[in-house]
């Protein structure tokens, strides 16, 4: 599984570049392939973008020739288009409107639809992203404003977006009229932020200000902030993922206080609980919260039997297999010690290709444990997403290959059961049926179009990428 990606952008602060520096690395959990800055000073454009980690891409003379006061950055993992240096985000274009700068958190469902009625105008793309798409769109649109050709743009897209949009004079936040992805707006120093998550505004010193809405276009300009809705959907679709693995645990998402609705799905996970054991252990990072509530609701010892390298990145990112395979090592030591001869409930917070996991349980066993027990704070995965999250075969999540007792089996447990799809809805915060479920139920809020997964662009045809 792979992760999307995320946005940043500031107005009004004369350090734009380095705030922007400092908001992208409190968001690097959200991408590790790419990241990029843009900066405008009211005439003109600045741009710096490489492959690898914020800190890798940029240091201190590339920042101080970043001069301007509105900043928009991303990090990067390539959920459609190819990774690649021309793919870093954000992407700049020159048309009747001036330079635009554009920065994508999601994945549309029409990509391929409008690649082809934009080929068919004589659009040339500079990329294999989805992103760029916009960009065209808002050129070739048939209004004369640039707001009003950004939201004939915005008709004509589906799926997850939540953009940040910069011209000469202006920072631009949308977000889709479902919702998937989550943006927020924060305040520092008579400046403004926009944020894919409010940690990084905690960072820097800023206030949180409330997350912009589904269907919402935000413009910061030298009269402040204003905002109006381009579009409207009755059906809201936020992505449940985000709260169970995706966000930050410092993060608001959602109307979610993400560690508490974490412990939420941990304490409902323990619910029906019929295994006794030693203790329970949380899985570094994004099962902490879960586990801390599993054990408050099941009176089983909490226990961090597992010691995490900060110095490895998440394994889920890496891009092959092999990597991956290896991060888990890297990343995880169990404390054998206090592992052996116990019994140990494990507290993950999904299997998606159980790789991963079966190595994780591995180590457990390899350790000394008596007995290993994993539980699950999200619903078996069983079809693919298309709204920026990287698994797009059902060939290649486990649950959609084999029952429960195979997945016990194939992973080397005692035991294993997930969280009940009703326990993980009555977790969340507003309600269940505002939330994408999609990949857990296969019923779709916005339906993709046919082979839309993972592809690259070639000079007159679209290769869906393998």
């Known amino acids: 599984m792979y992760e999307k990606c995320g946005v940043f952008g500031v107005y009004g602060l004369e350090n734009a570049a380095e705030i922007a520096y400092l908001g992208l690395f409190s968001l690097q959990h959200r991408g590790q392939e790419g990241a990029g800055i843009v900066v405008s000073d009211g005439r003109s454009f600045r741009e710096h973008k490489g492959l690898g980690l914020v800190s890798e891409v940029f240091d201190v003379e590339s920042l101080r020739k970043l001069i301007g006061h509105i900043a928009l950055g991303h990090v990067r993992y390539s959920t459609t288009g ?24 999601g994945n549309l469902t029409n990509t391929l639809m409008l690649w082809r009625k934009l080929s068919r105008r004589g659009a040339i793309f ?58 927020a707006l924060g305040r520092l120093d008579g400046g403004y932020l926009v944020s894919s998550e409010s940690c990084a505004f905690d960072v820097l010193g800023a206030e949180f200000l409330r997350e912009i809405e589904p269907g919402e276009m935000l413009v910061i300009d030298e009269n402040g902030p204003r905002s109006f809705f381009y579009a409207y959907s009755s059906r809201k679709a936020f992505c449940v993922f985000e709260l169970i693995y995706f966000a930050r645990p410092d993060s608001t998402v959602f109307g979610n206080h ?77 404390l054998r010690n206090l592992i052996r001869g116990k019994r140990v409930i494990v507290i993950e917070d ?28 999200s619903p078996p995965h069983c079809f693919p997403c298309f709204y920026g999250i990287d698994f797009p075969t059902r060939d290649e999540l486990l649950a ?67």
């Open 82 to 105: 190819s990774s690649s240096l021309r793919n870093v985000q954000p992407f700049v274009g020159e048309c009747r409107f001036g330079t635009l700068a554009i920065a994508h958190n």
């Open 126 to 183: 500079q990329s294999t992203m989805d992103t760029e798409l916009i960009l065209h769109l808002v050129a070739q649109s048939s209004f004369e404003g640039f707001e009003d050709a950004l939201k004939e743009a915005l008709w004509q897209v589906r799926g997850a977006f939540s953009l940040g949009i910069l011209s000469a004079k202006a920072l631009v936040a949308v977000r889709d009229p479902w919702g998937f992805r989550p943006l």
């Open 258 to 334: 993400v560690h508490e609705a974490r412990k939420r799905m941990g304490m409902a996970l323990a619910e029906g609980e019929f295994c006794e054991a030693d203790m329970v252990v949380p899985v570094p990072d994004s099962g902490l919260f879960a586990a801390l509530g599993f054990s408050e609701a099941s009176g089983i010892p909490l226990e961090f039997a597992l010691v995490r390298n900060p110095y490895v990145g998440r394994t889920f990112i890496q891009p092959t297999q092999d990597l991956r395979d290896l991060g888990v090592r890297l990343k995880l030591n169990p």
């Open 350 to 377: 999904s299997i998606v290709r159980g790789s991963t996991s079966s190595q994780r349980i591995a180590t457990f066993k390899e350790a000394g444990a008596r007995e290993v027990h994993l539980r699950v704070s």
């Open 400 to 466: 959609a290959r084999m029952d429960l007792e195979a997945i016990r089996k194939f992973l080397g447990l005692d035991s294993l059961r997930y969280i009940t799809l009703e326990g993980l809805q009555a977790s969340l915060v507003p309600p269940a049926e505002q939330y994408c479920f999609a990949c857990f139920t296969g019923e779709y809020p916005v339906p993709p179009e046919k082979d839309i997964g993972k592809f690259v662009l070639e000079a007159t045809r679209v290769v869906p990428r393998r």
